[in-house]
């Protein structure tokens, strides 16, 4: 027979019920009123370099966070030229940024800043070509270093992909990408419009001449059409738990936080990468000279998640095979797109194996050498 919970059982379900419920309501009154919104990338980090509203960020390193061991060659983060960066410094104790700084490591991040009209002519060759390695050369520069550690988040990952593909011989001592489509066969829905439905990019270009952000944010929908819904009944499970629903307002805050994709440089998206499928075909063009990701031979990290609603699995799967590196490593992880770099994935998996493939392409650094 089964057991019958004591009146004390039933009315302490009873009172949690009533207290989680108290919550519920003043916590889907703050999300609905838009009050106490997450404070978002509160790591210190000085701006070392700027071109337009491209900024080159140098995070603050407290050799006390990490018992004074710091590694070389610094990292530069390439980031995606349609999201904003913060989701790599979502908040204090769920930062990407975070974890590699009390790891012992020099961190920079190219930040793309919001396109305007002034960026709508930037191509791909602009940024792989031009910023990129401007950036390098500054990060040389501020650190005293020969090399730097590439890592390219999402999009950024491409963009580092050809730039490792047309720059072989760059100071860098080797190449991790998270979450970097390369099959666009497998990017959804919108990329099918582009990609055999006669949608052109001029169709949906705003009066500035780039892609707004409502058409990239859409695109990312299409993906997954039932994952809003999804979200909000988990949201409503989880209500009453403060942590949770500050984690929630910073993450969902992000995915629905884009900005503009320079008009050239999404015209130049669709034809190659998409259209062309060119990474996957080896149909790849960089300031007029044919490029080839098996010329890639840094050694090479690619980190994907099994349940990313925005690179699928699919799209990602070729790269380990298409880098020509001998040095290269692949790592699947049962987790979604922002898994990756924020929450307890993350923090237990994902970030220490990227940290440990680092340092063991790094040298830590003695003080004198840190403090000079």
């Given at each position: ?143 005293g270093a020969d090399e730097v550690t590439l890592v390219g988040y999402c999009f ?217």
């Amino acid at each position: 027979m089964p057991t019958v919970p004591s009146p004390q059982t039933v009315l302490d379900r009873v009172r949690r019920d009533v207290e989680r419920n108290a919550l519920r309501a003043r916590n889907g009154l703050r999300l609905v009123s838009g009050v106490a919104r997450p404070d978002v990338g509160r790591t210190p980090k000085d701006v070392v370099w700027q071109r337009g509203r491209t900024q080159l960020w140098h995070y603050r390193n407290d050799p006390e966070t990490h018992g004074g061991v710091t590694y070389s060659p610094p990292l530069l983060v390439v980031f995606s030229l349609v999201s904003r960066s913060y989701i790599l410094d979502l908040a204090p104790g769920n930062s990407f940024v975070e974890q590699l700084l009390k790891a012992g490591f020099d961190v920079y991040l190219l930040d793309w800043g919001e396109p305007d009209e002034r960026d709508a002519a930037n191509t791909l060759e602009d940024y792989v070509d031009d910023y990129i390695p401007a950036g390098v050369e500054r990060v040389l520069e501020v650190s005293g270093a020969d090399e730097v550690t590439l890592v390219g988040y999402c999009f950024g990952g491409d963009l580092a992909l050809l730039y490792a593909a047309h720059h072989p011989d760059a100071p860098v001592r080797s190449l991790t990408v998270l979450a970097t489509p390369v099959d666009f066969r497998h990017m959804g829905p919108l990329a099918d419009l582009f990609r055999v439905g006669g949608l052109e990019v001029s169709d949906v270009l705003d009066a500035d001449g780039n892609v707004p952000p409502r058409v990239v944010l859409q695109g990312f929908k299409t993906l997954t059409p039932t994952a809003e819904v999804t979200r909000y009944v988990t949201l409503w499970e989880r209500l009453w738990n403060d942590e949770y629903v500050a984690g929630y307002q910073a993450m969902t805050g992000w995915s629905d936080d884009h900005v503009p994709f320079p008009g050239a440089a999404a015209e130049e998206t669709v034809r190659m990468l998409v259209r062309d499928n060119g990474m996957v075909t080896d149909r790849l063009t960089v300031g007029g000279d044919r490029v080839h990701l098996s010329d890639i031979r840094w050694p090479f990290l690619t980190v994907r998640a099994d349940r990313d609603h925005i690179v699928p699995p699919e799209a990602s799967a070729p790269l380990i095979d298409l880098v020509g590196s001998s040095d290269k490593h692949e790592l699947r992880l049962p987790a979604g797109h922002m898994g990756l770099v924020v929450g307890r994935t993350a923090a237990r998996t994902t970030v220490p194996t990227i940290i440990d493939f680092l340092r063991r392409r790094s040298e830590p650094l003695a003080a004198e050498e840190v403090t000079r």
